[in-house]
């Protein structure tokens, strides 16, 4: 299993090797958004890059959580402990939450 709390401090580190932003956290929101739109724009033009486009969201992502002190690993596990306790019904084809988790 992946250690995500190490490949957060890893990416957090190349971001200061490289020389990268780790204070501008109005920007990483930016980064995240384009990657997001780039990994959009692989998909719809299916030219074979949504997965790496993907890597590059999550990078960006897990740069930021450690620019902001998150444990990213330990608020998924929380997350998906709290979806897989919902209950959903489904009206109209829509998903509706009936129970918080």
Not at 3 to 17: C, G, P, R, S
Request: net charge negative.
């Amino acid at each position: 299993m992946i250690d995500l709390a190490e490949v957060q401090k890893k990416i957090y580190l190349n971001k200061i090797a490289k020389g990268f932003n780790v204070t501008d956290v109005y920007k990483e929101f930016c980064y995240i958004q384009g990657e997001l739109s780039e990994a959009f724009d692989a998909y719809i033009m299916k030219n074979g890059s949504v997965g790496e486009e993907l890597a590059d969201v999550a990078i960006f992502l897990f740069g930021l959580a450690e620019i902001l002190g998150v444990n990213l690993e330990e608020e998924i596990n929380k997350k998906i402990e709290k979806n897989e306790k919902r209950l959903y019904i489904q009206r109209e084809g829509i998903d509706i939450e009936v129970t918080e988790g």
